[in-house]
């Protein structure tokens, strides 16, 4: 005869196996769920198209507009169009120059653009200690120093 306590011993556990198993991935699952959006909101770039600069408007933010919103707790993002009226230049730094009490730091990486030529630079964009408020700002393209293209923007940081 077959034993049936140990049949039903067997499949009780298995049970208790697989309801263990499956609480310990879902916990996996949102601690990794958790890690990545906290990744993910270190860094928030500024969605908006970034139309092409002419030699009218030298320098395009994205949405065409030169107002930017930053966030107070997180680096932000933004691809800007430059244009370069001059001899063919490396843009190499970004400065900031804005109202009392600001205190931004814009990154961008060795771009080169040919005179007469338009490049898209990626801007890395932090506020530092910078205070919750809005700023009148110029933002300068430079090469060796040497001013390519600037423009005034206004800064909202949140």
Request: proline share 4%.
């Amino acid at each position: 005869m077959i034993n049936k306590k140990g049949s039903l011993e067997l499949s009780v556990n298995a049970i208790v196996v697989l309801i263990i198993a499956l609480t310990i991935l879902g916990l996996v699952i949102a601690f990794a769920v958790t890690k990545f959006t906290e990744v993910s909101g270190k860094l928030q770039p500024v969605k908006a198209p970034t139309s092409t600069a002419t030699a009218e408007i030298p320098v395009q933010f994205p949405g065409g507009s030169n107002e930017i919103t930053l966030s107070k707790i997180a680096d932000s993002t933004m691809s800007v169009s430059v244009y370069n009226s001059d001899t063919a230049k490396t843009v190499d730094t970004v400065a900031v120059t804005c109202d009392i009490g600001a205190a931004f730091s814009f990154t961008v990486p060795s771009t080169t653009i040919n005179s007469g030529a338009t490049a898209s630079i990626p801007v890395l964009m932090k506020t530092g200690t910078t205070a919750v408020g809005e700023y009148a700002c110029t933002i300068d393209f430079k090469a060796s120093a040497a001013v390519v293209a600037s423009s005034p923007i206004f800064i909202t940081v949140k």
